[in-house]
């Protein structure tokens, strides 16, 4: 939990103060490196939300479904061990992205049409060859985003079966305060980003893409209990 609150300060600290600035300043620009780093670290708390997001479903799955187990289960060890993983995943991610990137060429002045730096949109904005590029994103975003996204519907399908198997209000009543604002929050960062990403009609109008853009990077961070 303490590794999610400093990921959710983080994820939302990259965009939204040069989003303030830019809305109060004539000049909006931002040089080649800081897009580059903004990018990077974006990235970075973007995977590493997403994985925690995964991890916190199956703590909860095992305190729901196997509760005389939990402490053996979730053992310190185990949840250190995911937690290094899945920044160690995000980094390695973000740094293959960057890396990437460096490669391409950009035309003297470009206008990217969202309040930060979107890899998505750098790849467009390119004079280069973005196969590559694009093959890592698809790679990467299966990986961080869907396995994950897959895993959170997986275990709340299993936390579902057992709560139906022996119906009790009180059960219900413990279940849905436990996963409640667990599953609110996961349905509005995933939902937003998977129709961002997968749909075309979203992606290709700047002002719905930059109001979904919105809503996973500054109020699923303001959501998070």
């Not at 667990?182 to 290709?204: N, P």
């Amino acid at each position: 939990l303490s590794h999610l609150a400093f990921t959710d300060v983080s994820f939302s600290s990259v965009t939204v103060p040069k989003m303030l600035r830019d809305m109060h300043s004539k000049d909006k620009f931002i040089p080649y490196v800081g897009c580059i780093l903004q990018m990077y670290f974006f990235i970075v708390f973007g995977c590493v939300d997403s994985l925690l997001l995964a991890v916190m479903a199956y703590d909860r799955y095992v305190a729901i479904c196997h509760p005389l187990h939990y402490t053996i289960i979730m053992r310190e060890g185990l949840c250190v061990l995911l937690v290094a993983g899945s920044w160690l995943v995000s980094c390695g991610s973000a740094l293959l992205h960057t890396l990437l990137l460096t490669q391409l060429s950009f035309c003297a002045d470009i206008i990217i049409p969202q309040f930060f730096c979107d890899l998505r949109l750098l790849l467009r904005l390119s004079c280069s060859n973005t196969s590559i590029n694009e093959f890592a994103m698809l790679t990467v975003g299966v990986m961080v985003a869907i396995i994950p996204f897959s895993a959170i519907l997986v275990s709340y399908g299993c936390i579902g079966t057992s709560i139906l198997r022996v119906p009790s209000t009180t059960r219900l009543r413990k279940a849905l305060s436990t996963c409640g604002s667990h599953l609110s929050v996961v349905s509005l960062f995933y939902g937003t980003i998977i129709a961002l990403y997968y749909s075309s009609s979203l992606s290709d109008s700047n002002d719905k893409s930059m109001t979904a853009s919105l809503m996973y990077t500054a109020m699923t961070p303001m959501l998070n209990p």
